[in-house]
């Protein structure tokens, strides 16, 4: 394993102190990761460096750093906050994009679980996270200060201990930890998840893990410590999460490619060549598939329009275009903009933009309240919809029931029926 120092500013110009752990073969790095440690904790906390060792076995590189006035990094703890600390995470993130790669893997102990869930939604390059003795929302730390409530109102800071060790806190601090007291931010994660959490964590109670599990959408997974304690003090603990979390998150971290990553202009280019072999004998309504390569690359073409489709690299494909299922969501999307938009031009709404947001799912019936009388995997889609704009409460009630008219949401809830037989090869 080696061990590299790396500092770094956060927006607010703070040099931020922190360690990146990698194999000794830098060339055997598979795929970089970032994680946040507890509360008042530091990079070096045993549970931290514990798991980022044992992750490096796998080839995943891991970054940890000292927040703000902790262990070697600048600026003062009572100045901080856990906004702030969701601000360091993130300039930690683009720190690792612009200088080694991109975190794949997110992975937060205690509170830096919840600072992990409040930010992954700014770390589009993310595939994955995990949560270690966390609480589902940041405002659970809230009865560290208990006692002290009366001098923070009093004086506006007060002195705590927590641990071993005395902070001195401000009471923004506790006003800032109130507008963190709800789970919507985990249920808009649209990213796969793991969960691992003793039942006898005293710091923070395993019901805590329930409510990330309940509030999360699938993929998600549970993993008991069994008699762990928060901080991970066992060594085996620790290897046992770092080799779980490896082999997990393996089915959805893409390995880095010693081969140059493909540019904008490089896909501008391969569209330019598409678009120029744009078959023209399609009849209005029809679509013709090809193969651009063996494996996932395929041409999609329309009379006037040429696309591509392909799978992630994760999936052995070169991700140079949309996914089938993508092009599936996109295809509702759009068709669901365009019927809203004609329904409010038509009667005159004043209707500024509309914004589709869609994924897709297999569930289990009993995890769906809205799908009564199905029974077994199910395929779900969720559609949310932004509507912006001077509209009435009714407005935008009617609004929504238009969205469901969309054609394309009418044909896969019809009893679709797709008819497949061969034809014989015609050169283009």
């Known amino acids: 394993m080696a061990r590299q120092k790396v500092t770094f500013r956060n927006d607010q110009g703070i040099e931020l102190a922190?360690?990146?752990?990698?194999?000794?073969?830098?060339?055997?790095?598979?795929?970089?990761a970032l994680f946040a440690h507890?509360?008042?904790?530091?990079?070096?906390?045993?549970?931290?460096?514990?798991?980022?060792?044992?992750?490096?076995?796998?080839?995943?590189?891991?970054?940890?750093?000292?927040?703000?006035?902790?262990?070697?990094s600048d600026g003062d703890f009572g100045n901080t906050n856990f906004s702030s600390n969701v601000d360091d995470l993130l300039a930690a993130y683009k720190m690792m994009e612009r200088d080694f790669a991109a975190p794949q893997l997110l992975v937060g102990h205690s509170l830096g679980g919840a600072a992990v869930l409040s930010a992954a939604d700014r770390m589009p390059l993310v595939k994955a996270i995990s949560t270690i003795g966390s609480p589902a929302t940041a405002d659970h730390v809230?009865?560290?200060?208990?006692?002290?409530?009366?001098?923070?109102?009093?004086?506006g800071k007060a002195e705590v201990s927590i641990g071993l060790r005395k902070f001195t806190i401000q009471k923004q601090l506790i006003d800032d930890l109130k507008?963190?007291?709800?789970?919507?931010?985990?249920?808009?994660?649209?990213?796969?998840?793991?969960?691992?959490?003793?039942?006898?964590?005293?710091?923070?109670?395993?019901?805590?893990?329930?409510?990330i599990f309940i509030a999360a959408k699938h993929p998600k997974s549970y993993i008991s410590l069994d008699d762990a304690d928060h901080l991970l003090i066992n060594a085996k603990d620790a290897e046992f999460v770092a080799q779980t979390l490896a082999v997990w998150a393996d089915r959805y971290i893409d390995e880095l490619s010693s081969e140059k990553a493909v540019s904008t202009e490089d896909l501008a280019d391969r569209a330019t060549t598409l678009e120029s072999k744009t078959p023209h004998a399609l009849n209005e309504g029809e679509v013709l598939v090809t193969e651009k390569d063996r494996k996932f690359l395929r041409g999609l073409f329309t009379a006037d329009h040429a696309q591509l489709s392909d799978e992630p690299t994760s999936y052995g494909g070169s991700n140079l275009g949309p996914t089938p299922y993508d092009l599936l969501l996109m295809a509702l999307g759009s068709c669901t903009s365009m019927t809203i938009r004609m329904y409010a031009n038509h009667k005159k709404l004043a209707l500024d933009d509309v914004k589709i947001r869609l994924n897709h799912e297999r569930i289990h019936s009993d995890d769906c309240s809205d799908c009564e009388g199905l029974t077994?995997?199910?395929?779900?889609?969720?559609?949310?919809?932004?509507?912006?704009?001077?509209?009435?409460?009714?407005?935008?009630?009617?609004?929504?029931?238009?969205?469901?008219?969309?054609?394309?949401?009418?044909s896969l809830e019809n009893d679709l029926v797709v008819r497949t037989h061969e034809v014989p090869w015609a050169e283009a």
């Not at 922190?18 to 970089?32: F, H, K, M, N, W």
């Not at 889609?381 to 509507?387: D, H, M, P, V």
């Open 18 to 32: 922190g360690l990146l752990e990698t194999p000794a073969d830098r060339s055997e790095v598979r795929s970089y």
């Open 38 to 72: 507890c509360f008042t904790c530091g990079k070096d906390i045993a549970a931290a460096s514990r798991i980022a060792r044992a992750l490096t076995k796998f080839g995943i590189a891991v970054f940890r750093f000292d927040f703000t006035g902790l262990g070697n």
């Open 142 to 155: 809230q009865h560290l200060f208990h006692c002290s409530m009366q001098d923070l109102e009093d004086n």
């Open 179 to 211: 507008q963190h007291a709800d789970t919507d931010h985990i249920a808009r994660l649209r990213r796969p998840l793991m969960v691992f959490h003793s039942p006898i964590d005293k710091i923070v109670p395993v019901a805590e893990a329930a409510k």
């Open 376 to 410: 077994g995997k199910i395929e779900k889609i969720t559609r949310e919809i932004e509507l912006k704009g001077d509209l009435t409460e009714a407005q935008r009630k009617r609004l929504i029931e238009i969205a469901d008219r969309c054609p394309v949401h009418l």
